[in-house]
């Protein structure tokens, strides 16, 4: 009888079945580029992705959604853990649930930030948003990193998302660029050519957490699209919902402005997730494959 048990337990097919469980349906490439929207199929047995510790969220029924950060190292760390289905009943009883990871390291691809080139700031404008204003903009600056990074309090809003607006792009994500007072940075979203007022639409569908002026961003309207996913929009001239407001995917939110740090009138819009900044355009272009499968 032990004999038989034994071998029921230990049999064979289990390390069989512990290899084809084991075989992670994602592709990862070598490199990925600054802000890169990743989706992965979520197979039965995955319980988890991160990037750099970051858990990829859930969206639609099958399917994972992270962002390579843009800010911070050269390399990611993409972390995946499976746990190993049990083949019958009598394994349940004699085995704990096997786990298995995988630890993947990869560049990042972005410029070097002394290529960036002079922001053209208006000296007006400047006055306005200096380093005179330090505290208050710092304040302000980290109220908003703790909401764009805060637990999501509900799912992904699956949906196919748009652009906010159809114009030009005058400024590319991740582009370096350098203030007057010699500070470079990362262009962490999109601009886009606007004239004032122009009809802003929400990407997707969400909720209105934050609708204030602030020094830098000016105007800044954000929505909570689940998941840990946020849109932000800068620069705006007026507000047409109010925190709390639920929003469709195509609903105007908001009209185009040149408020705050702005070289001219444009629309800077954002897309973050868990407070890494996506690449707006090609997160969007990720989400279109699955996008109806919600
Ligand atoms: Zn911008």
């Not at 469980?21 to 989706?39: D, M, N, Y």
């Not at 004699?94 to 700031?121: C, G, M, T």
């Not at 505290?135 to 652009?163: G, I, N, R, T």
């Not at 998941?227 to 009209?255: C, N, W």
């Amino acid at each position: 009888m032990y004999a038989f048990l034994l071998a029921v337990v230990f049999h064979p097919s289990k390390e069989i079945a512990k290899q084809l469980v084991f075989q992670p349906h994602i592709h990862l490439p070598k490199e990925f580029s600054a802000g890169q929207t990743l989706v992965f199929k979520k197979d039965v047995d995955l319980k988890f992705i991160s990037i750099n510790q970051k858990k990829m969220s859930l969206i639609g029924k099958n399917h994972l959604l992270g962002v390579v950060p843009l800010y911070g190292g050269n390399t990611v760390k993409i972390l995946g853990q499976w746990e190993i289905q049990k083949l019958s009943w009598l394994e349940k009883q004699f085995s704990h649930p096997s786990v298995d990871y995988f630890v993947e390291y990869r560049n990042v691809k972005k410029h070097p930030l002394k290529q960036a080139s002079n922001l053209r700031i208006p000296a007006s404008v400047w006055k306005k948003v200096n380093d005179d204003h330090a505290d208050l903009k710092e304040q302000q600056k980290q109220k908003m990193k703790k909401l764009l990074s805060q637990v999501p309090s509900q799912d992904f809003q699956l949906d196919c998302y748009k652009a906010p607006i159809n114009s030009v792009v005058v400024s590319k994500f991740a582009s370096p660029r350098t203030l007057p007072n010699g500070y470079s940075y990362y262009h962490s979203g999109l601009d886009q050519r606007a004239r004032v007022p122009s009809s802003i639409k929400s990407i997707g569908p969400g909720k209105v957490v934050f609708a204030e002026h602030m020094i830098v961003p000016g105007n800044t309207l954000v929505i909570d699209h689940g998941g840990g996913v946020y849109s932000r929009f800068m620069h705006l001239s007026d507000f047409r919902v109010e925190p709390g407001s639920k929003i469709q995917t195509g609903q105007v939110v908001a009209t185009t402005g040149a408020t705050g740090r702005v070289e001219a009138p444009h629309l800077h819009w954002e897309v973050v997730w868990k407070g890494n900044h996506a690449n707006p355009s090609q997160f969007l272009q990720a989400l279109e494959p699955i996008c109806d499968q919600g």
